[in-house]
């Protein structure tokens, strides 16, 4: 009886870690995407794989039908542009009504927060939204609350973590501290995110400490680094690992303004696949093993110990049409990919175990044809082909080709012209325009992947404007797919 006591307990203890781990874990639905998957079907990919939370950076009309009635909480998210339209409280009522109100009955969506912008005080945006993030902030709330949601709906601001930092000559968490051009208004932020019961949402990516810093120990990044990298030693503290680091340099930048009890959900962490020479499947599979051992356990960190860390993860679905002004990884932060595989083994269920996540289901594809380089193109139209391939990269994914990526290296000049071009075929649907290229093109119905640089069919899904790639990414991928060429 004493044995089957035990095993009873055993199994209830695993019970309660993996319920821990999905309660307190969400993720990021990102849609900037050329070709999408259809909203019911990403809604069940998120039900499939056990996520109850998910974050989405609009609250887009098609993106709310998948979500309604699937009971999964939702962030739901006011762009930066409309920052200074909701900073008016008629346009804030309006909008709540428009993108809360409506989906509050029996069988819409459960809205549990509103992400009031996205990184509005970043560095890069030189102040830009730092007048108006806070009015916008204290409308929504207030109209949230007029309109009977306050007490299950709070306003949020998702930060990034360049808004804290430690002095130079004290680089150590517990001197942690507000950046000082926005120290004035973090205050006010976080006094009024007090007041109203809503936690702080920070954005946080051991990626990015190691991307472009040579020196950064590559153990570091990672939960299972002690002993494999040199620590950070802050008083009677010891840090392993940079998340650690940066979320007590959070905390005590609170403490400073005297919200150290404030509490603090992290809006986005992960871990991309390709795009650079440490964004692989097998690195981000030992960075989400180690931070979903983490949340489980609640260990918290060393300032908060024990502490019941929310996360959503970022994200769930490669998104080819972002930015690449970041670099190239911007494109492949998905635990799936574009069609909803899974690239790696994640322990989405608790209790540490590694399993492949279920991949997207009623996933519908374009035919099983590619675009590529026309074998009877000669050498002397070199010229052309690298004249094509730029606009074929500019308008569509071509990060796979870069250098430390899936596909660079992998492939000789006419295998780099055929992924571009199949690349633009793709996100164009398929249309017989788009494998012309000045008849330097031709539609094949052999595969035309190579190892492991995979040669895409894309999906039936709706299709999206795709979005130019930034002037410096595409100089970038394209600077060495010219110089190979030519």
């Given at each position: 009886?004493?044995?089957?006591?035990?095993?009873?307990?055993?199994?209830?203890?695993?019970?309660?870690?993996a319920?821990?781990?999905?309660?307190?874990?969400g993720?990021?639905?990102?849609?900037?995407?050329?070709?999408?998957?259809?909203?019911?079907?990403?809604?069940?990919?998120?039900?499939?794989?056990?996520?109850?939370?998910?974050?989405?950076?609009?609250?887009?009309?098609?993106?709310?039908?998948?979500l309604?009635?699937t009971?999964?909480?939702?962030?739901?998210?006011?762009?930066?542009?409309?920052?200074?339209?909701?900073?008016?409280?008629?346009?804030?009522?309006?909008?709540?009504?428009?993108?809360?109100?409506?989906?509050?009955?029996?069988?819409?969506?459960?809205?549990?927060?509103?992400?009031?912008?996205?990184?509005?005080?970043?560095?890069?945006?030189?102040g830009?939204?730092?007048?108006?993030?806070?009015?916008?902030?204290?409308?929504?709330?207030?109209?949230?609350?007029?309109?009977?949601?306050?007490?299950?709906?709070?306003?949020?601001?998702?930060?990034?973590?360049?808004?804290?930092?430690?002095?130079?000559?004290?680089?150590?968490?517990?001197?942690?501290?507000?950046?000082?051009?926005?120290?004035?208004?973090?205050?006010?932020?976080?006094?009024?995110?007090?007041?109203?019961?809503?936690?702080l949402t920070?954005?946080?990516?051991?990626?990015?400490?190691?991307y472009?810093?040579?020196?950064f120990?590559?153990?570091?990044?990672?939960?299972?680094?002690?002993?494999?990298?040199?620590?950070?030693?802050?008083?009677?503290?010891?840090?392993?690992?940079?998340?650690?680091?940066?979320?007590?340099?959070?905390?005590?930048?609170?403490?400073?303004?005297?919200?150290?009890h404030?509490?603090?959900?992290?809006?986005?962490?992960?871990?991309?696949?390709?795009?650079d020479?440490?964004?692989?499947?097998?690195?981000?599979?030992?960075?989400?093993?180690?931070?979903l051992?983490?949340?489980?356990?609640?260990?918290?960190?060393?300032?908060?110990?024990?502490?019941?860390?929310?996360?959503?993860?970022?994200?769930?679905?490669?998104?080819d049409?972002?930015?690449?002004?970041?670099?190239?990884?911007?494109?492949?932060?998905?635990?799936?990919?574009?069609?909803?595989?899974?690239?790696?083994?994640?322990?989405?269920?608790g209790?540490?175990?590694?399993?492949?996540?279920?991949?997207?289901?009623?996933?519908?594809?374009?035919?099983?044809?590619?675009?590529?380089?026309?074998?009877d193109?000669?050498?002397?139209?070199?010229?052309?082909?690298a004249?094509?391939?730029?606009?074929?990269?500019?308008r569509?994914?071509?990060?796979?080709?870069?250098?430390?990526?899936?596909?660079?290296?992998?492939?000789?000049?006419?295998?780099?012209a055929?992924?571009?071009?199949?690349?633009?075929?793709?996100?164009?649907?398929?249309?017989e325009?788009?494998?012309?290229?000045?008849?330097?093109?031709?539609?094949v119905?052999?595969?035309?992947s190579?190892?492991?640089?995979?040669?895409?069919?894309?999906?039936?899904?709706?299709?999206?404007?795709?979005?130019?790639?930034?002037?410096?990414?595409?100089?970038?991928?394209?600077?060495?797919?010219?110089?190979?060429?030519?």
């Amino acid at each position: 009886m004493a044995a089957l006591r035990c095993v009873l307990a055993s199994v209830l203890v695993a019970a309660a870690a993996a319920a821990m781990a999905v309660d307190a874990l969400g993720v990021n639905w990102g849609t900037m995407s050329t070709r999408r998957l259809p909203p019911k079907v990403v809604a069940r990919l998120l039900a499939d794989n056990g996520f109850r939370k998910v974050k989405i950076f609009d609250a887009d009309e098609r993106t709310m039908a998948g979500l309604a009635g699937t009971g999964i909480e939702t962030m739901v998210a006011v762009p930066n542009d409309l920052l200074a339209a909701v900073a008016d409280y008629g346009r804030a009522r309006e909008w709540v009504k428009e993108n809360v109100t409506r989906y509050a009955f029996d069988g819409g969506v459960d809205i549990r927060f509103v992400a009031v912008g996205n990184e509005p005080f970043l560095r890069a945006y030189n102040g830009s939204f730092d007048r108006v993030t806070v009015p916008a902030l204290r409308n929504i709330q207030r109209a949230l609350d007029e309109a009977g949601h306050g007490g299950r709906v709070k306003a949020t601001v998702p930060v990034n973590a360049d808004v804290y930092d430690s002095p130079p000559g004290d680089p150590v968490p517990s001197a942690g501290r507000f950046r000082a051009d926005v120290a004035g208004v973090m205050a006010e932020m976080v006094r009024f995110l007090n007041r109203s019961g809503a936690p702080l949402t920070v954005n946080i990516y051991p990626f990015l400490s190691l991307y472009g810093n040579d020196d950064f120990p590559l153990d570091y990044a990672f939960f299972d680094g002690a002993g494999k990298a040199k620590p950070v030693v802050d008083g009677r503290v010891t840090y392993t690992n940079v998340f650690d680091a940066n979320f007590d340099t959070l905390v005590s930048a609170l403490r400073r303004v005297g919200f150290g009890h404030l509490p603090v959900m992290i809006g986005e962490v992960g871990w991309p696949t390709d795009g650079d020479r440490h964004a692989t499947p097998a690195l981000a599979e030992r960075f989400y093993a180690g931070l979903l051992r983490r949340l489980a356990a609640r260990k918290g960190t060393p300032l908060r110990p024990k502490a019941s860390i929310e996360a959503y993860l970022f994200g769930l679905i490669d998104e080819d049409a972002k930015s690449v002004a970041p670099g190239n990884f911007e494109r492949h932060w998905g635990l799936f990919t574009f069609d909803g595989r899974p690239k790696f083994r994640l322990a989405l269920r608790g209790a540490g175990r590694l399993a492949m996540p279920v991949p997207a289901r009623g996933v519908e594809y374009l035919p099983r044809r590619w675009c590529v380089l026309n074998p009877d193109a000669g050498d002397d139209v070199a010229g052309r082909v690298a004249d094509n391939v730029g606009y074929a990269c500019g308008r569509a994914d071509c990060t796979a080709l870069g250098y430390g990526c899936s596909c660079g290296g992998a492939l000789d000049a006419r295998g780099n012209a055929s992924y571009a071009f199949n690349a633009y075929y793709q996100a164009q649907g398929q249309a017989e325009s788009a494998c012309d290229f000045q008849g330097l093109a031709a539609v094949v119905d052999e595969d035309a992947s190579r190892g492991k640089c995979n040669f895409s069919v894309q999906v039936v899904g709706s299709g999206a404007p795709p979005a130019a790639a930034s002037a410096a990414g595409t100089a970038a991928v394209l600077a060495a797919l010219l110089l190979v060429l030519l």
